[in-house]
């Protein structure tokens, strides 16, 4: 805490504890111009892009802010996503830990009002949420505002093209002239400016951070000349070719973002889509397994994605060009993120291409062009990654039990041990996976499994009973509560299914499966080899 450059903004003790035990050293560029302002009491208006650090600038202020003696709502932020007004929430009780009695709340539609309404009833002093939520409870009289001290508008220029702005000025109008008010927008439309004028004070403070571009220094990005009918299974090469661990794809519609996601699913990705036409707790559920690795791949639109704060998303695919160039800086501000480096993919064809060159002069960094990945590319990545595991092993000593079915076998083939290697590297680089060699030794050593430390079970169930691999994703995770990362390559056949799962966890996982449903069918899962 000693070196921190949080400490020059004056913050309290308990404050800068907090904030130093989250990792903030230094504060960014729109922290440093905003908090002093805020905590001395200033209408501002403030925009600076995604990832910046916005929800701090006015977060830790409004900690600083808020009375624990009293028990009323003293700050509302509002936000445009029930995603957003969650993240918000958890930011703000960081800052808060160490100022005890401080308590927050996100409220917001698709979450039981009887939760919320009991814990407005015990006293908060922070509330995050979005305006029609907000509104309901004011209507209700639950929402208590005759004290409140700080009103925020987070990502304002979201929340009007969502049409929220009704809801806004009738929340602006009904919490009186006395509080501060404090907009923070990634964008400047003159809607805002009107806003501005209307509710905040004359002496308000304007803020712009621009960076030398609008766009992370940390983002490679780069375009691709795609047509639209060959776009997923491109998108499935480069997902197989940079094997990222977490990747966001965003696609211009809900039902696009749907069919996307059924068709990366049926090529082996852990997937799921996320957009509006979702219930809150099936959209918590997604957020959730994304967060912890259960799946890989999520496919989002803009506004369902908007809020969603993963620190670790290695790359993020443009299916479509966003019509908005401000939508490409959002999405793209995803990545690169906590000091990492990211990665940004873009498919164009035709106008698309035009749409590219006015982001590109408007964000003043290059989207350089590269050359598709053919499906030779691919298959010459998986020879490689099979050839090296296959090098490891043999550097290890193997089970006698191994060395004597290698001996029976050269000695009952014909073919050379090359032809018989070839054979072996060609099975395990199939995308339909042949039956695996049977093994030898135990049930739960050798099951055919492409990855190291991980075994091969069979599943009687597959896309007869319409399976998806992120329906055995979740019934597996689900049943036997482990990890996503402990869940590996999934075959599905017309009948059965391959799945691999670690094998320190394939007997709990055997258990639990016994007997569950998936999709309306009864399955059951043994090792592979046994059958």
């Not at 043999?394 to 290698?406: F, N, Q, S, V």
Request: net charge positive.
């Amino acid at each position: 805490m000693e070196n921190n450059g949080f400490k020059k903004l004056n913050l309290s003790d308990k404050v800068l504890r907090a904030v130093s035990e989250i990792g903030f050293t230094e504060p960014s560029a729109i922290q440093e111009s905003a908090i002093p302002l805020v905590m001395q009491g200033n209408d501002i208006i403030g925009q600076a892009k995604t990832g910046t650090g916005k929800t701090a600038a006015f977060g830790i202020p409004a900690v600083e802010a808020a009375d624990p003696s009293d028990k009323s709502v003293q700050v509302l932020v509002l936000c445009p996503t029930r995603e957003l007004a969650v993240q918000v929430t958890g930011e703000l009780k960081k800052f808060a830990k160490y100022k005890k009695g401080i308590n927050t709340l996100a409220i917001y539609g698709g979450q039981s009002i009887s939760t919320q309404l009991k814990a407005l009833g015990k006293g908060v002093q922070i509330v995050a949420g979005t305006p029609g939520r907000v509104m309901d409870h004011m209507r209700r009289g639950s929402l208590k505002l005759d004290n409140l001290q700080m009103l925020i508008l987070d990502e304002a220029d979201e929340m009007l093209d969502m049409g929220f702005r009704e809801d806004i000025e009738t929340i602006l109008a009904e919490t009186g002239s006395e509080r501060q008010t404090v907009f923070f927008s990634a964008t400047m439309p003159k809607e805002i400016m009107q806003m501005s004028k209307k509710y905040q004070k004359k002496d308000r403070q304007v803020i712009k951070v621009e960076g030398k571009n609008l766009t992370a220094d940390a983002i490679e990005q780069v375009y691709m000349r795609v047509r639209q009918k060959e776009r997923a299974e491109m998108l499935s090469r480069l997902l197989e070719i940079h094997s990222p661990r977490l990747s966001l794809v965003f696609c211009n519609t809900k039902r696009g973002a749907d069919e996307l996601s059924d068709a990366l699913s049926a090529k082996g990705h852990f997937v799921d889509a996320l957009h509006g036409d979702m219930s809150q707790q099936r959209r918590d559920s997604v957020m959730n397994k994304f967060r912890n690795g259960i799946i890989r791949v999520l496919v989002a639109t803009d506004v369902a994605a908007r809020g969603l704060d993963v620190d670790n998303v290695d790359a993020v695919f443009n299916f479509e060009v966003p019509q908005d160039i401000e939508y490409y800086v959002h999405r793209i501000g995803r990545t690169g993120r906590a000091g990492n480096k990211g990665k940004s993919f873009t498919f164009a064809w035709g106008g698309e291409a035009g749409r590219l060159q006015r982001i590109e002069k408007y964000t003043k960094a290059p989207i350089n062009k590269v050359n598709p990945p053919s499906a030779e590319d691919v298959q010459k990545l998986k020879l490689g990654s099979v050839v090296e595991q296959i090098i490891q092993k043999a550097e290890e000593t193997p089970k006698k039990a191994y060395l004597k079915a290698a001996k029976d076998l050269l000695a009952k083939s014909d073919a050379s041990p090359e032809e018989i290697i070839a054979t072996f590297i060609a099975m395990n680089c199939s995308t339909g996976a042949e039956e695996p060699v049977e093994a030898v030794d135990n049930a739960f050593e050798d099951t055919g499994a492409r990855e190291s430390g991980m075994v091969r079970l069979f599943l009687n169930a597959g896309r007869r009973q319409k399976l998806r691999a992120r329906d055995i994703i979740g019934a597996i995770a689900g049943e036997s509560g482990i990890e996503g990362k402990k869940v590996g390559r999934i075959d599905i056949y017309d009948k059965f299914t391959f799945v691999e799962v670690a094998k320190d966890c394939c007997r709990q996982v055997i258990r639990s499966m016994d007997g569950a449903e998936i999709r309306g069918s009864r399955v059951s899962m043994e090792p592979a080899n046994a059958r």
